[in-house]
């Protein structure tokens, strides 16, 4: 599991990791049972205080979303996660706002921006389809 965090986004980080998480989940990168990288671990991999991830990780587990099992480690959530379509869509949103803002202070137009996009979900279909065909 990698996640980024961007101290200059203007959101806590503990929301970033939050967010992140969400998303691996409703896209299909982290699956119910799917063992989380310990607090202390993402911490140093994240040059952050661990008690910023412990932060996220418990609103995640309060959410329904993570299961801790002490001593054993964080898991996304076997219950089933609460991530409706409609959440996915607000956490693209959120990406698309800062994907467009950053791409304004560049002084991309609309155009360009949708054609970096478009460029990047070809690619993601390409990645997609190479997965499939090296499968079993």
Same mark, same amino acid.
């Given at each position: 599991?990698?996640?980024?965090?961007?101290?200059?986004?203007?959101?806590?980080?503990?929301?970033?990791?939050?967010?992140?998480?969400?998303?691996?989940?409703?896209?299909? #990168?982290?699956?119910?049972?799917?063992?989380?990288?310990?607090?202390?671990?993402?911490?140093?991999?994240? !040059?952050?205080?661990?008690?910023?991830?412990?932060?996220?990780? #418990?609103?995640?587990?309060?959410?329904?979303?993570?299961?801790?099992?002490?001593?054993?480690?964080?898991?996304?959530?076997?219950?089933?996660?609460?991530?409706?379509?409609?959440?996915?869509?607000?956490?693209?949103?959120?990406?698309?706002?800062?994907?467009?803002?950053?791409?304004?202070?560049?002084?991309?137009?609309?155009?360009?921006?949708?054609?970096? !996009?478009?460029?990047?979900?070809?690619?993601?279909?390409?990645?997609?389809?190479?997965?499939?065909?090296?499968?079993?």
């Amino acid at each position: 599991m990698k996640l980024h965090i961007n101290p200059k986004e203007g959101k806590p980080i503990y929301r970033q990791i939050m967010d992140q998480v969400k998303y691996l989940i409703a896209s299909g #990168r982290l699956s119910p049972g799917d063992e989380l990288p310990t607090v202390r671990g993402l911490a140093q991999d994240l !040059l952050i205080n661990p008690n910023t991830v412990a932060r996220a990780y #418990r609103e995640l587990e309060q959410a329904g979303i993570l299961v801790t099992r002490q001593g054993a480690g964080t898991y996304v959530s076997t219950q089933g996660t609460p991530l409706s379509r409609e959440a996915c869509g607000r956490l693209l949103l959120e990406r698309a706002r800062a994907f467009a803002a950053e791409a304004w202070h560049l002084g991309y137009s609309l155009e360009d921006t949708i054609a970096l !996009l478009r460029e990047a979900h070809e690619e993601q279909h390409e990645i997609s389809n190479d997965h499939k065909e090296n499968l079993p």
